[in-house]
């Protein structure tokens, strides 16, 4: 209990949260909507953010509040226009704010483009968080692909 004074800054914890990054894997195709997208075996960026990846899913080792950014590189793969992208899902649910689509036109001509948000969320420990493809109209046939040597990533960080 304080009643006078103020708290001397050694009585207060220092909490620095570092980011944790992991990156899609490059040179995949998906051809529908709602699938899976593929990660990178283990995180490319360990910081001390803590996340356990198995397969292409992400799990909260705390619970908190964490800011997320993701960006994906595509390329369409067919010759006519669509509107593609991606939805990050927690625990199978789409989270507010984490779907991205862009607008393709055919694969000669306008194909390459980059769907990215960043949003934060608050989770329990063990809840898992996911990306899959979104398709609102056309065609799905689009292949993450490597833009100056950058296929997309995940970043995560531990805000409290």
Do not use: M
Not at 1 to 25: C, D, E, H, N, V
Not at 48 to 53: A, F, H, K, N
């Amino acid at each position: 209990k304080l009643t006078t004074g103020t708290i001397a800054s050694a009585r207060l914890p220092t909490i620095t949260y570092t980011p944790t990054k992991y990156l899609f894997q490059t040179a995949q195709t998906y051809t529908s909507s709602n699938t899976s997208i593929n990660l990178q075996t283990g995180a490319s960026q360990q910081g001390s953010t803590s996340i356990t990846q198995s397969n292409n899913r992400l799990s909260f080792d705390e619970a908190g509040t964490y800011l997320v950014s993701w960006t994906i590189n595509w390329e369409n793969e067919v010759a006519n226009r669509n509107n593609f992208g991606a939805s990050a899902k927690l625990n199978g649910t789409v989270i507010q704010g984490g779907t991205d689509i862009q607008y393709f036109r055919y694969n000669t001509y306008g194909h390459k483009s980059t769907t990215s948000t960043t949003f934060c969320i608050s989770v329990d420990a063990s809840d898992n968080l996911e990306f899959f493809t979104f398709l609102q109209s056309g065609t799905a046939n689009h292949k993450v692909t490597s833009t100056n040597g950058d296929g997309g990533a995940i970043t995560i960080l531990r805000l409290s």
